[in-house]
Every structure is written in structure tokens, then in C-alpha cells.
């Protein structure tokens, strides 16, 4: 079974700075999908921004880009000129790219709660 | 375009009680799933359905949890008995074949 780590509980960051937020993963399947998402108060899960493992390049959506380092497991989320109202809780995600079944739930991290100083 | 509608948004029942969640995925969309995130934690996958049919439930407490998805469209996720660990966020999402999946606002349960 994969496992997704995020030891960051808490993080916070001056507004308009730049924050990376980190996330670990454990995986023996050589294909598959990485998500960041922001989950703010009301609950809605929001895509930030997603992976797959068999392109070398690192994905970006604007003021977001993560650092994919598949051999060490590794899937950090950088945010640019942090915003009000980037303030969320965000979470790592996993997703099998093939699986029995068409079974394709994701596999969270417990998140970061980030926190942006005014 | 819609999205993923839940309800109830909020409640709260007694332990042994039973409660049942609603969930109304985005139009189109084939794949439904339910997750259950308790406070401090990420949503953990409950059950996975492909139009009416099951396609993952490995998660899911049978003994007290059941879901169904009638006709492909609309799904029902029943606790009876309920539990005081029960508390937690019901959070629904669907997607369009193996594209991004769509989550709903979540039902919060809270179990006294």
C-alpha cells in the first residue's frame, strides 16, 4: 500500500513571500499521479496542481510549481508571492496510475496548515 | 457548471443513532467516491463506485457503513449504528473517467 508523509503540521509565511511546503511518499508502482490540494475553511477540496511521475519535468500553475524528485520520493509545492488568500489547509496526494479494477482513490497526507502573515 | 453537491452540511445524532449522507456528482461523471476525513487527518477513501457498480470498498466498515449509487447518478452513505469515532467530515467527489476529481463541500457528522 502507498503511503503519502507531509511532517509539516504548521507553516507560515509573510505575505507576498515565497513558502514550500513539503511531502514524502512510499510507492513500489513506477507510474503514477502526485496532487497538491488546498482545502480552505469551507471544506471544498481545490486542485492546485498535479504530477505524473513519468514526465521529468516539474509542473507549474502560476504562482505554484512543485519539486519532483521521484527517486527520493520526494514531491514539494512551492508557492510565489504568497497571498491572503492562499491561507488553507493543503494536502499531498497519491494516485496509482494503473489499478485493478479501475480502483483509483487518492492516498492523502495528514496536510500543512499554512498560515499567511499580513 | 454545478459541482458536487452534498447534504445535510452539518449533523449531529447520538451514538447507536443512525444518519445517511447525500451526495449529487457533477453531471456526466461516471466515477463517484466517498471519503471520510477526520479532524487533524486526510480524507481516507471509503468506496469508489463505476455507475452503479463497486469498484473499491476495501476501506469501508461493512459491519455499520453502507453506500449505494441508484441508477448511476445519485449516492446514499448510511452509518447505523453510529459511533462516537464516526465523527468526522463526509466528503463526496466525482471525475470524469481517470481525470481530476471533483469534491464536494462535505456533510460534517458529529456523533455525541
Known amino acids: 500500500a502507498q503511503t503519502v508523509t507531509q511532517s509539516q503540521p504548521e507553516m507560515s509565511v509573510q505575505e507576498a513571500e515565497t513558502v514550500t511546503l513539503s511531502c514524502t511518499y512510499d510507492?513500489?508502482?513506477?507510474?503514477?499521479?502526485l496532487f497538491w490540494y488546498k482545502q480552505p475553511p469551507s471544506r471544498q477540496m481545490i486542485l492546485v496542481i498535479r504530477?505524473?511521475?513519468?514526465?521529468?519535468q516539474n509542473a507549474t500553475e502560476n504562482r505554484f510549481s512543485v519539486n519532483f524528485q521521484k527517486a527520493a520520493k520526494s514531491f514539494s509545492l512551492k508557492i510565489s508571492d504568497s497571498q491572503l488568500g492562499d491561507a488553507a489547509m493543503y494536502f499531498c496526494?497519491?494516485?496509482?496510475?494503473?489499478?485493478?479494477?479501475?480502483?483509483?482513490?487518492?492516498?492523502f497526507g495528514k496536510g500543512t496548515h499554512l498560515i499567511i502573515q499580513p | 457548471e454545478a459541482g458536487v453537491a452534498q447534504s445535510p452540511r452539518y449533523k449531529i445524532i447520538e451514538k447507536r443513532q443512525s444518519v445517511a449522507f447525500w451526495c449529487n456528482p457533477i453531471?456526466?461523471?461516471?466515477?463517484l467516491y466517498w471519503y471520510q476525513q477526520i479532524l487533524g487527518q486526510g480524507p481516507k477513501l471509503l468506496i469508489q463506485?463505476?455507475?452503479?457498480?463497486?469498484?473499491?470498498d476495501s476501506q469501508l466498515p461493512k459491519d455499520r457503513f453502507s453506500a449505494e449509487r441508484l441508477k448511476g447518478v445519485d449516492s446514499t452513505l448510511k452509518i447505523q449504528p453510529a459511533k462516537l469515532e464516526d465523527s468526522a467530515v463526509y466528503l463526496c467527489?466525482?471525475?470524469?473517467?481517470?481525470?481530476?476529481?471533483?469534491f464536494g463541500p462535505g456533510t460534517r457528522l458529529t456523533v455525541t
Open positions: 467527489a466525482s471525475s470524469f473517467g481517470r481525470e481530476e476529481q471533483y
Open positions: 510507492t513500489s508502482e513506477s507510474d503514477y499521479y
Open positions: 504530477q505524473e511521475a513519468y514526465k521529468q
Open positions: 496526494a497519491y494516485r496509482s496510475f494503473y489499478s485493478g479494477g479501475g480502483a483509483d482513490g487518492l492516498t
Open positions: 453531471s456526466g461523471h461516471a466515477t
Open positions: 463506485f463505476q455507475n452503479n457498480g463497486v469498484v473499491d
